[in-house]
């Protein structure tokens, strides 16, 4: 069965400083793995994905993620962060079945700090 | 969200009475998801459906029903609503402008009293 960890709750960081936002996963074979965010009262926006290629994934608003199998973690990142980033960000894996149900972890609120 | 509605978008009722959540989509795609929201859970997905009368159950679809008599509409029902169904509900489409990325609704929270 796949899972998905996100080991923090939240994360604070101060404007303009690099972040983080981790995520591990177990699945069978190889993984499709996700990033979503939610503002607050909304719904979940993709961010970006990783299906297969390069381990350094880009997508918007200025992430990127990098998969790294040996660890099994797709942590997310951002070289300079905004207060407009602050947000709940939820990591999320792919299950095998033509059905594209999605699997997510608990989410982590980062909080960004002026 | 373009392309998926859902309604009521806020709902308070009591502990045995009947819920029933509307998802709707114009992307006439095939499969349509429902998710709730939990603090300290995520989203975890109650039921999907494939096509029209074709839906499959979730990791949490114990209490919940669901419905598909067209493609556009895809329903919730809570039977008999208990305060554990307190949640925020999303539904789901695969996104017409990426291969396994899914387009969210912008949730309907239920309160069960």
């Known amino acids: 069965a796949q899972s998905v960890a996100q080991p923090e709750d939240q994360v604070n960081v101060a404007e303009g400083n690099p972040l983080t936002v981790k995520c591990t996963y177990s699945?069978?074979?190889?993984?499709?793995l996700f990033w979503y965010v939610q503002y607050p009262n909304r719904g979940l926006q993709f961010l970006l994905k990783?299906?297969?290629?390069?381990?350094l994934v880009k997508g918007s608003y200025g992430f990127e993620a990098e998969f790294n199998k040996s660890q099994t973690s797709f942590h997310l990142k951002k070289p300079s962060a905004l207060v407009s980033d602050s947000a709940l960000y939820f990591c999320?894996?792919?299950?095998?079945?033509?059905?594209?149900?999605?699997?997510f972890g608990t989410g982590t609120r980062l909080t960004v700090i002026p | 969200d373009a392309g998926i509605t859902q309604s009521p978008r806020h709902k308070v009722t009591e502990t045995g009475t009947p819920v029933t959540l509307r998802c709707h989509q114009t992307?006439?795609?095939?499969?349509m998801y429902w998710y709730r929201q939990d603090p300290g859970h995520g989203l975890r997905l109650i039921h999907y459906?494939?096509?029209?009368?074709?839906?499959d159950k979730g990791e949490v679809s114990d209490g919940y029903s669901v419905s598909r008599s067209k493609t556009e509409d895809f329903l919730l029902t809570l039977e008999s609503a208990t305060s554990s169904q307190t949640s925020v509900y999303f539904c789901?489409?695969?996104?017409?402008?990426?291969?396994?990325?899914?387009?969210f609704g912008a949730g309907s929270r239920l309160t069960v009293l």
């Open positions: 999320a894996v792919r299950d095998r079945t033509g059905a594209n149900n999605l699997f």
């Open positions: 699945v069978s074979g190889n993984p499709y």
């Open positions: 990783y299906i297969t290629g390069d381990n």
């Open positions: 992307e006439n795609h095939r499969y």
């Open positions: 459906s494939y096509g029209v009368k074709d839906t």
């Open positions: 789901a489409i695969p996104s017409p402008t990426g291969a396994n990325v899914l387009t």
